[in-house]
């Protein structure tokens, strides 16, 4: 029964996440108080562990909670269910293309698309931001002093970060890996 679970819940996110890895998070985050799989904190390791490793995130992320969930055979069968919609949408508009490359129909629905996917992608990044604590709402409204509002450490890092994605363009992968290790470092 798991796994059919698994298999319809992540062939809806595959369905219905349009633009990229990025918008299943909404969908992962409404999951996880669905079923209770995973707590909403680990949305953001999740992320990590996707963005570290090679392949789309979504999928990543898939394989990652079916694992979790319920074992290695939990992870084929997210993964199946998050790439089979797909499959079938391109196998579908390969056969027609040429029937839609110039219809106003499908080019006003990706029209009508892009803010929605834009909405899903900021709405996840908001989360994301949220689940970072790098503000802290709680100890604002415990203290009512506005500066217990702010993780300065946290805001300085990903600063940090942010200029140096911004000057130095090298590889995600250098950025992911460099914080890993601060993680690391800082933990001791």
């Known amino acids: 029964m ?3 679970q698994l298999f319809w819940e992540f062939f809806k996110i595959g369905l219905f996440a349009v633009g990229g890895g990025m918008a299943t998070l909404p ?3 409404e999951l996880a108080e669905k079923t209770g ?3 909403q904190s680990l949305i953001t390791d999740m992320i990590a562990i996707s963005e570290s490793t090679p392949g789309p ?3 990543n992320m898939a394989t990652y909670v079916g694992c979790n969930v319920a074992g290695i055979f939990g992870g084929v069968v997210a993964t199946l269910g998050e790439i089979i919609p797909s499959v079938i949408i391109v196998v579908i508009v390969s056969k027609y293309l040429e029937k839609f490359r110039g219809s106003k129909l499908v080019n006003d629905a990706f029209y ?5 996917v834009t909405g899903l992608i900021a709405a996840a990044g908001i989360s994301v931001i949220q689940e970072a604590s790098i503000f802290h709402w709680d100890l604002y409204q415990q203290t009512g002093e506005l500066l217990a509002f702010f993780d300065f450490k946290k805001i300085l890092y990903f600063a940090l970060v942010f200029f140096a994605i911004k000057k130095f363009k090298k590889h ?3 950025y992911i890996a460099a914080s890993a290790a601060v993680g690391i470092l800082l933990a001791f």
């Open 2 to 4: 798991i796994y059919l």
């Open 27 to 29: 969908f992962l985050q």
């Open 37 to 39: 799989w995973y707590p």
């Open 57 to 59: 995130i979504g999928i």
């Open 112 to 116: 009508g698309l892009r803010p929605a």
């Open 172 to 174: 995600p992968i250098v």
